[in-house]
Each structure stands twice: as structure tokens, then as C-alpha cells.
């Protein structure tokens, strides 16, 4: 394509060049001069020089101008590629953030969470703590209940002997236990009811 166009401009160049040089050689004799022109070697030199230009457009010109096209085209390509991939990188750039701050945001998520599993588990573990303290204090009072009222039972009981012992002293005969312990029982219920009644 190119050489086509080159190859009329050469040739307008080279019929323009000789006239001046025809023009300046005819009018001395004998020849030999620097500026004369031999029409026959002219001529001849016009002939190979189109022939040499004729060949070099049809064999080396067009070769060169597609190697020279093709690097062309295969530089626009790798250009394209590369603001291709330019635009690629780009977006998984954005990508790479988008995920990042997604990340971010499900870590703050995750330590909230965790904060109020924490909480909850702190409160859980506090209740936990006061209603085991809680039966612990009514397992005491409920033990302690039951041992005065032991207690009290065995010191009764001591005391109804000892009013018995004391009593058979007194009346120097041993008496019937049973009845006098049931009758000694009743009394100390009447006195126990009584100070109730009155506290």
C-alpha cells in the first residue's frame, strides 16, 4: 500500500531531474566534461533503476511493510491487552477492598457478638452464683432449724429425767416412768406453748 504510493513520486522525481541536466551538456563539444550527459547511459540507468525500484516494491518493500504492520498490529494488541488487564487489576483492586472492608465489618461483628455472649454468660454465671448462695444460706437455716429442734429435744428429754430423778427423790418411791414422763411432757408442752404465745 505504501510502496504504491512511493513508487509515483519516485518516478516524477527522476523525469524531473534529467531535463536541467540535458539542458546544461549540449553545448560543448568533445565531451568528457562533468556535467555531460551520455542519453544512451541515461537512458540505461533509468531503465535498471526502475527495473531495481519495480523489484525491490514487489519483493523487499511489501515484506517489510507487513513485518513493519504486523509489529504495528502487535504492538496495538499488547497495548490493548495490557490497558486490558490495567482495567482488570482495577476492578479486583476494588474487589480487594469491598472484601477487606467486609471483613472488617464481620470482625467488629463477631467481637460484639462475643462482648455480649460474654455479658450474658457473666450474668448467667452471677444468678448461677447468688441462688446457689441462696440455697446454701436456706440448706443452713433449714440444718440449723433441725438441729435446735434437736437440740431442744435432747435437752426436754434430759429435763423430763431430771424432774423424773428429783421427783423420785422426793416422794422416795420409784414411780411409773411411762405415765410420769407422758405427764411431765404434757406440762413442759403447756409451758412451751404458753412462752410462744407470749414472745
Same mark, same amino acid.
Do not use: C
Given at each position: 500500500? %505504501?510502496?504504491?504510493?512511493?513508487?509515483?513520486?519516485?518516478?516524477? $522525481?527522476?523525469?524531473? /531531474?534529467?531535463?536541467?541536466?540535458? &539542458?546544461?551538456?549540449?553545448?560543448?563539444?568533445?565531451?568528457?566534461?562533468?556535467?555531460?550527459?551520455?542519453?544512451?547511459? *541515461?537512458?540505461?540507468?533509468? $531503465? /535498471?533503476?526502475?527495473?531495481? $525500484? $519495480?523489484?525491490?516494491?514487489?519483493?523487499?518493500?511489501?515484506?517489510?511493510?507487513?513485518?513493519?504492520?504486523?509489529?504495528?498490529?502487535?504492538?496495538?494488541?499488547?497495548? +490493548?491487552?495490557?490497558?486490558?488487564?490495567?482495567?482488570?487489576?482495577? *476492578?479486583?483492586?476494588?474487589?480487594?477492598?469491598? @472484601?477487606?472492608?467486609?471483613?472488617? %465489618?464481620?470482625?467488629?461483628?463477631?467481637?460484639?457478638?462475643? %462482648?455480649?455472649?460474654?455479658?450474658?454468660?457473666?450474668?448467667?454465671?452471677?444468678?448461677?452464683?447468688?441462688?446457689?448462695? @441462696?440455697?446454701? /444460706?436456706?440448706?443452713?437455716?433449714?440444718?440449723?432449724?433441725?438441729?435446735?429442734? &434437736?437440740?431442744?429435744?435432747?435437752?426436754?428429754?434430759?429435763?423430763?429425767?431430771? &424432774?423424773?430423778?428429783? &421427783?423420785?427423790?422426793?416422794?422416795?418411791?420409784?414411780? +411409773?416412768?411411762?405415765? +410420769? %414422763?407422758?405427764?411431765?411432757?404434757?406440762?413442759?408442752?403447756?409451758?412451751? +406453748?404458753? *412462752? *410462744?404465745?407470749?414472745?
Amino acid at each position: 500500500m %505504501r510502496a504504491t504510493r512511493s513508487l509515483p513520486a519516485a518516478l516524477s $522525481l527522476l523525469l524531473a /531531474v534529467p531535463g536541467p541536466l540535458w &539542458a546544461q551538456g549540449g553545448g560543448e563539444e568533445g565531451g568528457g566534461g562533468l556535467f555531460d550527459i551520455n542519453a544512451g547511459l *541515461g537512458v540505461w540507468t533509468l $531503465l /535498471v533503476f526502475f527495473g531495481l $525500484l $519495480l523489484i525491490l516494491s514487489k519483493y523487499a518493500w511489501g515484506p517489510i511493510l507487513n513485518a513493519v504492520e504486523e509489529r504495528e498490529k502487535g504492538i496495538k494488541a499488547a497495548l +490493548d491487552e495490557a490497558a486490558e488487564r490495567n482495567a482488570e487489576a482495577a *476492578g479486583l483492586l476494588e474487589q480487594h477492598r469491598e @472484601q477487606l472492608q467486609d471483613a472488617r %465489618r464481620q470482625a467488629n461483628e463477631l467481637i460484639a457478638e462475643g %462482648r455480649a455472649a460474654g455479658d450474658t454468660v457473666r450474668k448467667e454465671v452471677e444468678e448461677k452464683a447468688r441462688a446457689e448462695a @441462696q440455697a446454701i /444460706v436456706e440448706r443452713a437455716r433449714v440444718e440449723i432449724e433441725r438441729e435446735r429442734d &434437736a437440740a431442744l429435744e435432747v435437752l426436754r428429754k434430759e429435763a423430763v429425767d431430771l &424432774a423424773l430423778a428429783a &421427783a423420785s427423790r422426793l416422794m422416795q418411791e420409784n414411780l +411409773d416412768q411411762a405415765k +410420769d %414422763r407422758e405427764l411431765v411432757e404434757r406440762y413442759l408442752d403447756e409451758l412451751r +406453748d404458753s *412462752g *410462744g404465745a407470749q414472745a
